[in-house]
């Protein structure tokens, strides 16, 4: 086989949560929910467009995707605020994790490894947490994008810059974030 098979890249990865999903199932029909989730899946299908390894898979009521950088990625988790903001009412809300690492590919798998742990950890995180859950508990919030430091630290200076901290936190299995 070609080496580049061999080689180990590091790449961003973003997983989308529709946060209380099924409340939101419990409140519309299915094809409300099938609409929202093809709707993401077309924003990122076209974020992920020129990406050099793109990588995208459902998750049921989300996605996780690869990216080439991490400004990508990034720009990718701003399409899907906009867009979900844009064409389905105040009270849909999504969660975006993003980590920079490394991981596998498996045709019956799909991507694995620690780093793929981690996005879903700091999605988890995002779910379990209260401080973190209450900055979506406000009627204006309608998205909360989360990072590793590992994927701010691989973001351009402007990005970095108009990030805001909210905390530290473990993720089980991680040293780091």
Known sequence: ????????RT??????DLVKSTELLRNQDDLFLIKLVA????????ALAGQEKSFMKCTGDGFLTRFDTADAALAAALALDRGVSRH??????????LHWGSALYREEEGLIGKDIHAVFGLEKVRSES?????????????SLILMTQSFWNHLAKESRDRSVLVGAFQIKGLDEL
């Open 130 to 142: 209260f401080a973190l859950g209450g900055l979506l508990q406000t009627e204006s919030a309608r």
């Open 11 to 16: 790449e961003a990865f973003l997983v989308v």
């Open 88 to 97: 389905f009412p105040e009270f849909v809300k999504i969660a975006v994790a």
């Open 1 to 8: 086989p070609a080496t580049r098979l061999f080689e180990k």
């Open 39 to 46: 709707t993401m899946g077309k924003i990122l299908d076209r």
